[in-house]
């Protein structure tokens, strides 16, 4: 594999959105009365199933498969789950949803079960895996994975997005809370928290060591914060995790101090939604909620054509379905109208070489296009660097022939994956 410098040849001009000074609270959309959930895991129907559709189901109550499934969910209302069928996911992989159909009389007035929790991170995974913002906790708790440093990120990844940013001004002793919380079950001797250096807290976090991070994307990524804040170059095909680093929401943070508080999950999610005329609805929404919910509320109206975007512009991808459900780690939607989305092409690259200036990582992407176009994975990893991408989403930004740059290196990598594994598998 060819080893190349870790350095930007030319400097990107995107910048992320700084919050508005004194936002306002968040929108809050009505429990509705079916909640989809995702379960990381396929159905297999040669096992018996440990729920099945006509079930009844507890607020905070923990679903899973089989006996010995390690994945599971958490069910947000009381109520009756009907229908648990197949889901694919934007590379076909296969998982499950469940829909519970909520009980509304109860759901407004039991409390969520409470657990036995012991303060060591097993007990955290067993249950909190799918509170807002998704705290990496089956990572964090993993014999295989030694974590020496936690970062918390208050700055948000992609442009136009502020969740996290929100979060930090609007729940800034939550934050302070589940620092504690995250270092006395992890034991993890480094915590770090990074904060934009235009956001007004950097000297509000006590003895945390805080990263002021550049409002100039992609320096919120964590490859750059590697990189830029603790002197290490993540390499090829690697995991910040590999390097002993997890990285964590400050929404996720501010959900575990609550659910240690509480004894029991959160389900509310805080994200920003981004209608078709740029106006921006920050909402408080039930994990689950279907998104054409969120957008009935605002009276954005979805046409044939247009495009639900699950996060922001530069590392987001489309979901067919404005039914698609509210996730713990979804921090922004956006909506563009049929009429002005970017038209892709199958233009052959013209080697104007933007691609290559403007890449984080200095991936030869002109180069390594061509062998991801004609399904040359190894070839595409050996040769040109397709693990070193670290998914900016620049170079498909900057490209003159408008090719899907950002999208055939996702595919390339997840291919790469799959003939991987299958040849572990046959040795």
């Known amino acids: 594999m060819i080893k190349r410098s870790f350095f930007t040849l030319t400097k990107p001009r995107l910048s992320y959105d700084l919050v508005e000074p004194d936002p306002k609270e968040s929108e809050p959309i009505p429990i509705p009365s079916n909640l989809t959930l995702l379960l990381n895991e396929p159905i297999d129907n040669t096992r018996q199933a440990l729920i099945k559709k006509g079930d009844a189901v507890e607020k905070g ?49 039991t409390n969520s079960i409470t657990y036995d929790l012991k303060d060591d991170i097993a007990s955290a995974d067993e249950y909190f895996r799918t509170l807002p913002g998704a705290p990496p906790l089956k990572i964090l708790a993993s014999d295989d994975v030694k974590i020496n440093t936690i970062v ?55 003895s945390i060591q805080v990263f002021k991070t550049s409002m100039e994307y992609p320096s919120n990524l964590p490859a750059m914060i590697l990189k830029d804040h603790l002197s290490m170059i993540l390499p090829a095909g690697k995991a910040p995790e590999d390097m002993g680093v997890s990285f964590i929401s ?3 943070v501010v959900s575990l101090a609550n659910a ?8 509310e999610k805080i994200l920003t939604v981004i209608g078709k005329q740029g106006t921006q609805y920050r909402i408080k929404a039930t994990i689950g909620t279907p998104l054409r919910k969120i957008f009935n509320a605002f009276n954005i109206h979805i046409n044939e054509q247009d495009r639900i975007v699950i996060g922001g512009p530069m590392k987001g991808f489309a979901t067919y379905t404005p039914h698609h459900p509210v996730q713990p780690d979804m921090d922004t939607v956006m909506i563009q109208d049929r ?38 994975y190894e070839e595409a990893a050996d040769k040109y660097d397709l693990e070193s991408c670290i998914e900016c989403g620049l170079c498909a930004y900057t490209c003159t022939a408008r090719i899907p740059l950002y999208q055939y290196i996702r595919l390339g990598k997840h291919e790469l994956f799959k003939l991987r594994a299958l040849e572990t598998a046959n040795d």
């Open 61 to 109: 109550e923990k679903l899973r498969l089989y006996n010995q499934s390690t994945e599971y969910t958490i069910s947000p209302v009381a109520g009756t789950i009907s229908a648990i069928d197949t889901y694919s996911d934007d590379f076909g992989s296969t998982s499950t949803y469940l829909v519970i159909k909520s009980n509304q009389g109860q759901t407004t007035q």
């Open 152 to 206: 918390i990120t208050c700055s948000d990844m992609d442009l136009l997005s502020t969740t996290n940013q929100y979060i930090t001004l609007k729940f800034l002793d939550e934050i302070k809370e589940g620092a504690k919380v995250l270092k006395k079950i992890t034991h993890v001797p480094k915590l770090c928290i990074m904060v934009p250096e235009s956001l007004n807290v950097q000297g509000k976090f006590d």
């Open 250 to 252: 400050a929404e996720a």
């Open 260 to 267: 240690y508080k509480t004894k029991s999950a959160g389900f």
């Open 339 to 376: 009429d002005i989305i970017p038209e892709l092409s199958d233009n052959p690259c013209v080697n104007c070489g933007n691609c290559i200036r403007i890449c984080p990582a200095n991936v030869p992407v002109n180069i390594l296009v061509r062998y991801l176009e004609a399904d040359q």
